[in-house]
C-alpha cells in the first residue's frame, strides 16, 4: 500500500516508529524472545505496518491498557495497539478494530447468579482492572453493581478471591484460566460486549491516522490478521468484520 510523505511524518516525527504495546494483554503480546524482541499478534502486525510504511519501529512498553493510553498525553508512543473505547477517542484517532475478544464474567463457588443479566443487581460487586476496556464499558452500562477496580488482570483475580466479590469481569480467554484455578467456580454463558482491538494514533495526526485505518482493513480482508491468530496458537478471539 502507498504513503504520502505526510502521513510518513506523521507515523514518524523522530524518523522511527513508536509503537506503544500492552503487555498486560497476554492475548496480543506474549513473552519477549530471548533477545527482547516483543512477539505476538500486535508486535507482527506492528512490524508489518511499519514495514509499509517503510520506517524503522521502536517498542515502548507498559504494564496496563490504561497506562499506555494515558501515555498519548506525553506523546510517549506515535502508533498504539489497544481496544477502541469512546472515553478514549478524546485523544486518540482509531482504526475499525482488526481483532475482538469477548468480555464475560466468571463467579465463585456456590453462586446463586446464573446470568449476566443478573450481574446488574445491587449489592453485587464486580472485580476489574482498572481503566482497561471492559472497565470503562461497564462504568457505562452498568446501572447498579459496583465496580470495585485494581491496578492490573491478576491483581482484580486476588481480589475477587480475597474479598470473596461476587463476580470477576474480564476477557473470556483469561477467565478460563481463572475459573481453572479455582474449583466450583463458573463462568456466565454469552458475553456482555467483545473487545475492539484497534490501532491509535494521537488526534491531529489526519494523514497517520488515515493509512492506519486503511492498513487495518487490509490486513484483515488479506487474511493476514487470521494468519498471525493461528501462528501464535491464540484461542478465544476473532477476527474484526470490515470496518
Known sequence: MAISGAARKELAPSGTIRVGLNYQNFLLVLKD???????????????????????????????????LADAVK???WDVAFLGAEPLRASEIAFSAAYLEIPVTFLVPAGSSIKSIQE????GVRVAVSE???????????????????????????RMFVEQKLEALGGLKPRLVSDSA??????????????????????????????FVREFAEEVKASGLVGRTIEKHKVRGVTVAPPG
Request: net charge positive; charged share 25%; aromatic share 6%.
Open 181 to 210: 484455578a479455582l474449583p466450583g467456580s463458573r463462568i456466565l454463558e454469552g458475553q456482555i460486549t467483545a473487545v475492539q482491538q484497534a490501532i491509535g494514533v494521537p488526534n491531529g495526526r489526519s494523514e497517520a491516522a488515515k
Open 74 to 76: 506525553a506523546a510517549a
Open 33 to 67: 524472545a530471548p533477545d527482547g524482541t516483543p512477539t505476538g499478534i500486535a508486535p507482527d502486525l506492528a512490524r508489518e505496518l511499519a514495514k509499509r510504511a517503510g520506517l524503522p519501529v521502536e517498542f515502548v512498553r507498559f504494564d496496563a491498557a490504561g497506562k
Open 119 to 122: 450481574i446488574d443487581t445491587a
Open 131 to 157: 481503566k482497561s476496556a471492559y472497565d470503562l464499558y461497564l462504568s457505562r452500562s452498568l446501572k447498579h453493581a459496583r465496580l470495585v477496580r485494581t491496578q492490573g488482570i491478576d491483581a482484580s483475580f
